[in-house]
Structure formats: C-alpha cells, structure tokens
C-alpha cells in the first residue's frame, strides 16, 4: 500500500515525469499535492496500471487532489539542454503552475536541480511508493500518451498511438524507412545502426 505522506509537518507535493527515455516527442512531468486522506485502490506507478485505469485515475485525481499541474518541454529544447535538465525543467514548470504552494517535494529518482528556496526528496522508486509521487507518474503518462496520439495523426507511419514515441522495433523500422521528423529528439543519436532500445 502507498504511502500518502513521507512526513506530516509541510505540505508535500510529489513530481515525476514520463517520456524520457522516448526517441520522439516532449518530456511531460507532473506535481501534485494530495490531501492526508487520499486513497484509490488502483493507484500505483502508471507502468503498472493498465492504461484503462489510468484515464480513470486521472479523473479521480484531478477532482480530488488539492492541487495538480502537468510541464511539458519541447523536442528543440530538449536537444539543446539534454533530456535530464530537460525533465528537471518539466517537474519546475508543473510547480510554477500549482495553485497551492508546497513546502516538500518528493521527487522519483535520485536526482534534482533545487526548485526555488523549496526543500526536496528524491526518493528512488518513488512513485512505487508515495500516493503523491505515484498520482504525478499517472498525471504525467496520460497527458504525455494524449499529446502523442495527436502527434500521430501527423505522423501515422511512426505508430506513435501504440508505441507513444519509445524505440520499439516497429518505431525503429518506420524510422528506418522514412527517416525522422520534426518530432523526433535529434541528439539521442536514433539513426546510428544499432540504436538504443528504449521501451515503458
């Protein structure tokens, strides 16, 4: 069972992102500030939620959540700034938008650029454990999933709808075919021969 609180003295915000291990499309990443009595019985890291449940959690965490906020930074900047500040953007951008100030962020993964004077927790696995953590990973992954199948409809020989811009084999041979696009991160190096595999 998650934890919904990693202390009880400040108001907590847990952030996660998803899309950084994609060959295209932005790094979405969400925060979110949940009351001291929330729970779903479904809630969990969103790679382990069936994508059904996801939308479904989405929706009882929007209306319930005392605040919530989804960041998003582009392929272009990606490239420019590298794919690991690019996420610490996304999670900062997400935090200017809370309507709610915290006091704590849980941040899933080991590391963080500092945002603003805010203390914060990097706790790895984080959105395996913490409700808050967990509710920002189911945030993050529908919106990011969203964006990508109107990406696909762009670009439909990419597959994007399925495969949400990871290096799948079928992602790959499209490539192989029809190059890339504008969507794609140009510094992950895609077109190289052997490629790293990157799947959710």
Not at 11 to 27: F, H, K, L, N, T
Not at 33 to 42: A, S
Not at 172 to 186: E, S
């Amino acid at each position: 069972m998650l934890k919904v609180r990693y202390q009880t003295e400040l108001i907590e915000a847990g952030c996660d992102e998803a899309g950084r291990g994609c060959y295209a499309g932005p790094v979405f990443a969400a925060a979110v500030i949940l009351p001291p009595d929330f729970y779903h019985p479904d809630l969990n890291d969103s790679k382990l939620v069936k994508p059904e449940t996801r939308q479904e959690l989405r929706a009882y965490i929007e209306q319930f959540a005392l605040a919530h906020a989804v960041g998003i930074v582009d392929e272009e900047t990606i490239d420019r700034i590298n794919i690991l500040k690019a996420s610490f953007l996304a999670m900062h951008r997400a935090l200017d938008r809370l309507v709610k100030k915290p006091e704590l962020l849980l941040i899933d993964g080991n590391r963080f650029t500092k945002y603003k004077r805010i203390r914060h927790q990097c706790i790895v696995k984080g959105d395996s454990l913490y409700a808050s953590i967990a509710a920002a990973s189911i945030l993050a992954k529908t919106y990011r999933d969203d964006h990508m199948r109107r990406l696909h409809e762009e670009f439909p020989h990419y597959s994007w709808h399925q495969n949400k811009g990871y290096g799948t084999a079928e992602h790959r041979r499209a490539i192989g075919i029809f190059g890339i696009c504008k969507y794609h991160r140009k510094s992950f190096n895609i077109l190289s021969p052997e490629p790293e595999l990157f799947e959710e």
